[in-house]
């Protein structure tokens, strides 16, 4: 399993980025796949995740900024992320799970300069 991650960058406050993750070796459409972010100095924690049937969740400091979806036909998770601030500088994984066993993608850097 591979995941690629891309579209992080410098942007200023309020701009908007839209990271993409490309998968390969799973079966696409029948994975969860998940966002997930690591600060400087803090630990990795949840942005969001989505179904294979496309419900989403989302943590409460992105929740109506961010945005997950999937395009099943090219094997790709999004995360459109709205209002960027400061704080949501970080590097951003995707993640997925097959049998129990969690893959992640390399990470692609977002930041925020106020």
């Known amino acids: 399993v591979q995941l690629q991650a891309s579209g992080g960058g410098l942007v200023q406050a309020e701009e908007s980025l839209r990271l993409s993750c490309k998968a390969s070796g799973i079966t696409f459409r029948v994975h969860s796949l998940g966002w997930y972010r690591q600060a400087p100095g803090k630990q990795r924690e949840l942005v969001a995740t989505?179904?294979?049937?496309?419900?989403?969740n989302y943590a409460d400091p992105v929740d109506g900024r961010f945005t997950i979806s999937r395009d099943n036909a090219r094997n790709t998770v999004y995360l459109q992320m709205n209002s960027l601030k400061p704080e949501d500088t970080a590097v951003y994984y995707c993640?997925?799970?097959?049998?129990?066993?969690?893959?992640w993608g390399r990470g692609t850097l977002v930041t925020v300069s106020s």
């Open positions: 989505i179904t294979s049937v496309g419900r989403t």
């Open positions: 993640q997925t799970q097959r049998s129990g066993v969690e893959f």
